[in-house]
């Protein structure tokens, strides 16, 4: 399943349905834009121009990651897999890649941390074990394949009305609890959230359904009105955490939470409007090579293109506050987005590497 958010269609060329790929293209690019965009946020006045702009931004692309789970459940909630090739071909890739780049990061901070610091095993075990912070997609995604034989039992043998009430109780739970949780600074509230039941539910599985059941059910919604949705959503959440962040003077992230209200209903809404606006029928996509091969490489783009952000760009001396806010957002997005996909497509020419890694 992780080839299915990323690469892994089994199907002709010609069969496969090309909006999925150009979907998969903009998710990654747009969490690409995340991280350029949030990049030193923490630290910037609330009250400037350039955070502002910056958090709409965020809020603007924060489904990115939800998209990929919702692609995938597209893809595999009616797939039939063995227990054995599950684990041998979808999860043993997940637990590669995770080792293989959690070790790569760790190493790397481990390095830069020594310039300032004296290092320990303990910091090093550390930041490896713990994961780079963009890297929690893939226990994320993990849980969701190891969950898929039951899935799939639920959609075949429930009718719709059941799963429906399952779906509401738990997301009504979920939601409420990471809607809240942030916006209200009370110890008791604060304990109480984290022990909700339904609160530990992980992020994969519940989008993982949410992009099924959007998908089969794509012909009773809008694409327009979903994208209308989109947009209102996103701007309501942009001005709720720049409310917070003003009242407190400093980035709250109120909104930013992958299981609030805001990015449920913004991710949801989007991606419905995207599979209805991209849809192509016998109709051909200006050179389908580049197309396919930059969604090959989706996948390892995502793993790879915070190094350029965090370490190379800055060794460099190429840093983001040498431009306005606008131009900086796009222009290191899409100069990150292309090296990435420069270096990743050469890697999967790497047997190993582009098998396990990439």
């Known amino acids: 399943m992780l080839s299915g958010v990323f690469y892994e269609w089994e199907k002709s060329m010609n069969e496969r349905k090309k909006e999925w790929d150009m979907i998969r293209i903009i998710a990654c690019f747009c969490v690409v834009v995340i991280h350029v965009a949030g990049y030193g946020m923490e630290i910037k006045d609330p009250h400037t121009t350039d955070w502002m702009i910056r958090n709409l931004v965020v809020s603007m692309v924060r489904c990115a990651v939800p998209i990929f789970f919702m692609l995938s459940g597209i893809l595999f909630m009616e797939k039939k897999l063995s227990i054995f090739e599950l684990y041998r071909k979808y999860a043993a890739r997940i637990v590669i890649a995770w080792i293989s780049w959690s070790f790569l990061y760790a190493l790397i901070d481990c390095v830069a941390y020594k310039k300032t610091h004296e290092i320990t095993g303990e910091y090093f075990w550390t930041h490896f074990l713990g994961g780079h912070y963009h890297l929690w997609f893939l226990p994320a995604i993990l849980t969701a394949y190891l969950f898929l034989p039951v ?208």
């Open 151 to 358: 899935l799939q039992k639920m959609i075949k043998y429930l009718e719709i009305k059941d799963l429906l009430y399952i779906g509401i109780l738990i997301l009504t739970g979920i939601i409420c609890r990471e809607t809240l949780q942030p916006l209200i600074n009370s110890v008791i509230l604060d304990t109480a959230l984290k022990n909700f039941p339904l609160a530990e539910i992980p992020v994969g599985i519940l989008y993982f359904i949410l992009g099924y059941y959007l998908h089969h059910y794509i012909d009773y919604f809008s694409g327009k009105k979903c994208f209308a949705i989109y947009l209102g959503t996103c701007i309501l959440a942009a001005v709720v955490n720049a409310l917070y962040s003003l009242a407190y003077k400093q980035n709250m992230s109120v909104t930013s939470g992958y299981l609030s209200i805001w990015v449920v209903i913004s991710s949801a809404a989007v991606f419905v409007a995207l599979e209805k606006g991209l849809k192509i029928k016998k109709r051909k996509i200006l050179n389908e090579a580049i197309l396919r091969s930059i969604s090959e490489c989706t996948f390892g783009i995502y793993l790879i293109h915070t190094l350029f952000i965090e370490q190379v760009y800055r060794r460099i001396g190429l840093t983001q506050e040498k431009f306005p806010v606008i131009v900086t957002i796009i222009l290191f997005s899409a100069m990150t987005f292309l090296i990435s996909y420069v270096i990743i497509w050469c890697l999967k020419k790497i047997p190993f590497i582009g098998k396990w890694m990439v």
